[in-house]
């Protein structure tokens, strides 16, 4: 069994990284259709808007527990409205800041206050904290089971090309994917055996 170079693994990974950079955070094809699904920077960063909004709620949630003062009674109200807005949103198609930002950002402010709260020696705080982590990895688990919503692909009129990986929405991905698969197997091809 021969190995690969560690320089040449290396620069296989970072052509790899360059070669997905603009979609790797997307989640979504890069079409028309799903343009409500990603937030566009420049020319070279898309961003599932979902993710985004889940990532800014627990950014701004958690700032906003460390520095407000909380009691347990308003942590459990939080992670509850949370928990509510979470489930809600499995059965009804909610917009992303109602579905994503929102219960981040009121969990996360509980979790952080309960956190904080249990540094300075409360005894309740580790079971908001740990109800806190829960309700997080749960929310996480039943999203990725849910799994995407490809309703647009559905009435596309290029769905036949999905399969191949030609559709428009696609069709990018797909080629900076051949692109690096080309390049790095001739960096393969030309290695020392």
Wanted: proline content about 5%.
């Amino acid at each position: 069994m021969s190995r690969l170079p560690i320089a040449l693994a290396r620069r296989v990974d970072r052509l790899s990284r360059q070669a997905h950079a603009f979609h790797r955070f997307a989640h979504h094809p890069l079409c028309d259709r799903y343009s409500d699904e990603v937030v566009t920077f420049g020319s070279k960063c898309r961003l599932c808007r979902g993710c985004l909004s889940a990532a800014m709620g627990l950014g701004i949630g958690a700032t906003v527990g460390i520095c407000l003062p909380q009691n347990s009674g308003t942590e459990l109200v939080q992670l509850g409205i949370a928990a509510a807005l979470a489930l809600i949103s499995l059965k009804v198609r909610l917009s992303k800041f109602n579905a994503r930002f929102l219960p981040a950002a009121f969990g996360s402010a509980a979790t952080a206050a309960a956190l904080r709260r249990a540094c300075t020696g409360d005894t309740q705080a580790p079971v908001i904290v740990a109800a806190g982590l829960l309700l997080g990895a749960c929310g996480f688990v039943v999203y990725r089971k849910h799994g995407p919503n490809r309703g647009p692909c559905v009435s596309c009129p290029e769905r036949e090309r999905l399969a191949t990986g030609m559709c428009s929405g696609i069709a990018p991905i797909t080629r900076r994917e051949r692109a690096f698969q080309r390049l790095a197997q001739r960096w393969l091809d030309a290695a020392p055996k």
